[in-house]
């Protein structure tokens, strides 16, 4: 080797080590603010609210104002009087609590799971931390504050951009799940790789365990990545049980939701570790139409190779997941397809539309449709 070139060698290895530095000194930073910040929190003797979770730890829920909230009247005026008679009305109205919307009762029971967190692990930042994210312009802040404490919600984050497109902070707000009522902006998070969803509100009213939060989830093209979805679209039924029982050892590949069921399962054995297995407040649920004897092993051996537990597995065989939805009642209900939503919608389930995999050439048009409405 040359001399010039060895010299080149070292010239680059004492860069990468200064700029490894560099990262490690902003790092440092960062962990000397934070530790400033929760010290000054901590001394708030008026407060009574519980601390915000370091981000860097905590499981960040990113919920719009529309999903939160019931703004059907205010998306209205929006939409036919424009945005400045709709802030007009937003300020007109601060004081005037804004109704429970289709996430609303889901981020309750996230905070039931922090309090119980709280008492098992005081000290422990890895809880979810539920941040508003909203194109809403920063007039309207003050209602969306006043709703939150009328509800004694604890959201302390609020991302709201005035009119621009909240997506691209999803990132910096390191979101682990975003929510809202707005399909497109969804579509953008999921290509943007967020595990997202666009919220549905079920059609009755139906009563909501306050203890333990319950969490359902379809699983090709939700859990599971739609190699097989395909299939079923391109090649039909036999073809699918065919190719399942063909690769019933290779595990799925993931589908946008994986990471979120991972997330729920660090905070169950979290519980399980303070002996609280038969009392834990979250609890999970895969809802296939899924056969279970023709492909059904598959799914199963590719949780148990990602260590990942379910709590109830329910294999349908194609029947409707409404009425099982029913006996469930879970907080929210994560599916691809959109008659499998508004089948839960009719009883009353809230449903969470994950607009991922060959099934949304099939959605496209009914989706618009149905959140235009909203």
């Known amino acids: 080797m040359s001399a010039s ?9 004492a860069g990468s080590k200064e700029e490894i530095s560099e990262e490690e000194k902003e790092a440092a930073v960062a962990e000397q ?37 019931d703004m059907v009247t205010e998306r209205q005026i929006y939409e036919e009087q424009g945005v400045e008679k709709y802030v007009e ?15 609303f009762y889901f981020v309750k029971a996230l905070e039931q799971v922090n309090s119980r967190l709280r008492e098992l692990y005081s000290n422990d930042d890895e809880l979810f931390d539920i941040v508003l994210m909203t194109n809403n312009h920063a007039q309207v802040g003050v209602r969306l504050i006043n709703s939150i404490n009328h509800y ?27 929510l ?24 009755k009213d139906i009563q909501y365990d306050d203890k333990q939060l319950r969490v359902a989830f379809d699983g090709d093209a939700v859990l599971f990545s739609d190699e097989s979805e395909k299939i079923v679209k391109e090649q039909g039924l036999d073809r699918f049980f065919e190719h399942e029982q063909l690769y019933e050892n290779k595990p799925l590949a993931q589908g946008p939701l994986k990471g979120f069921l991972e997330d729920l399962g660090k905070l169950q054995k979290k519980f399980y570790a303070k002996n609280e297995r038969l009392d834990s407040p979250i ?39 409404g009425p099982v939805l029913v006996k469930i009642r879970p ?10 939503i508004e089948g839960a919608q009719q009883l009353g389930t809230v449903a969470a539309h994950v607009p991922y995999g060959i099934g949304q050439k099939y959605n496209k048009s009914k989706l618009k449709g149905e959140t235009d409405k909203k």
């Open 180 to 203: 809202s009522a707005d399909s497109e902006k969804v579509q953008e998070a999921i290509e943007a790789g967020i595990a997202s969803a666009t919220m549905f509100t079920g059609n």
């Open 152 to 178: 004694g919600l604890s959201i302390e984050r609020f991302c709201m951009t005035g009119g621009n497109s909240p997506i691209g902070y999803l990132k910096a707000y390191l979101t682990n799940l975003y």
């Open 89 to 103: 009305y937003q300020q007109a109205n601060e004081n005037v609590t804004l109704k429970p919307g289709p996430a």
């Open 5 to 13: 070139s060895s010299d080149r060698e070292k010239s680059s290895d």
């Open 283 to 321: 609890r999970t649920y895969l809802v296939t139409a899924r056969s279970a004897a023709s492909s059904g092993a598959r799914v199963l051996k590719t949780l148990r190779s990602w260590g990942v537990q379910i709590d109830e597995a329910l294999f349908l065989a194609g029947a409707p997941k």
């Open 33 to 69: 603010d934070w530790a400033a910040a929760k010290a000054f929190y901590d001394n708030l003797t008026s407060t009574k609210r519980p601390r915000p979770p370091k981000p860097q730890n905590a499981i960040t829920v990113a919920v719009s104002s529309r999903a939160l909230f």
């Open 331 to 340: 907080h929210i209900f994560f599916d691809d397809q959109m008659f499998h």
